[in-house]
T-cell receptor, first 114, second 115 residues
Framework: DQQVKQNSPSLSVQEGRISILNCDYT??????FLWYKKYPAEGPTFLIS?????DKNEDGRFTVFLNKSAKHLSLHIVPSQPGDSAVYFC?????????????FGKGTHLIIQP | NAGVTQTPKFQVLKTGQSMTLQCAQD?????MSWYRQDPGMGLRLIHY???????DQGEVPNGYNVSRSTTEDFPLRLLSAAPSQTSVYFC??????????????FGDGTRLSIL
């Protein structure tokens, strides 16, 4: 049973527009959520995170929103740039510091069209 | 900074062979983990460690062994390789201890094919 779900395998967005990637989770014990970006033949790179005590976290062009009642989080990228084309993974931890590892979604392939 | 270093980058094995995937980090992180990624799937946790001498099983531990004799190194052993273990393997580390809500940092992976 998937505890972290990314229901869109791919997403195509025009350069300069907003990209919105979605993630749902089922485990109420998750208290720390992360987004990773992955290029082919490379390891995942940390992008942005949010603690369960917050509902929004911003870092430059990237904003993560958390809706605990809906068990839903989203990543907004504004404006989208060609270098943002990659696979984005949503991940969650039930012990803040990730002591027992992360649970990942299957990923969303974001394609930025020129 | 080297960060998390995985070796080898690529490996082809025959069914039944054994091998060790190496992982080293130079950030003095307490927590380390191994994941595998299969096509169309997210990363799945194999084993993890919260410090030297302490390891535990993740979601998909069967067929793999780990040990953690030092803070820096966390090798993953395949005792008798099977075609189902063909995958890309990622090692990760995070500070741990009193440093809560810190991201895991990943190596670039080992691409393993079992024939």
């Amino acid at each position: 049973d998937q505890q972290v779900k990314q229901n869109s395998p791919s997403l195509s967005v025009q350069e300069g527009r907003i990209s919105i990637l979605n993630c749902d989770y089922t485990n109420s014990m998750f208290d720390y959520f992360l987004w990773y970006k992955k290029y082919p033949a490379e390891g995942p790179t940390f992008l942005i995170s949010i603690s369960s005590i917050k509902d929004k976290n911003e870092d430059g062009r990237f904003t993560v929103f958390l809706n605990k009642s809906a068990k839903h989080l989203s990543l907004h990228i504004v404006p989208s740039q060609p270098g943002d084309s990659a696979v984005y993974f949503c991940a969650a931890s039930a012990r803040g510091g990730g002591a027992d590892g992360l649970t990942f979604g299957k990923g969303t392939h974001l394609i930025i069209q020129p | 900074n080297a960060g998390v270093t995985q070796t080898p980058k690529f490996q082809v094995l025959k069914t039944g062979q054994s091998m060790t995937l190496q992982c080293a980090q130079d950030m003095n992180h307490e927590y380390m983990s191994w994941y595998r990624q299969d096509p169309g799937m997210g990363l799945r946790l194999i084993h993890y460690s919260v410090g030297a001498g302490i390891t535990d099983q993740g979601e998909v531990p069967n067929g793999y062994n780990v040990s953690r004799s030092t803070t820096e190194d966390f090798p993953l052993r395949l005792l008798s390789a099977a075609p189902s273990q063909t995958s890309v393997y990622f090692c990760a580390s995070t500070p741990g201890g009193s440093a809560v809500n810190q991201p895991q940092h990943f190596g670039d992976g080992t691409r393993l094919s079992i024939l």
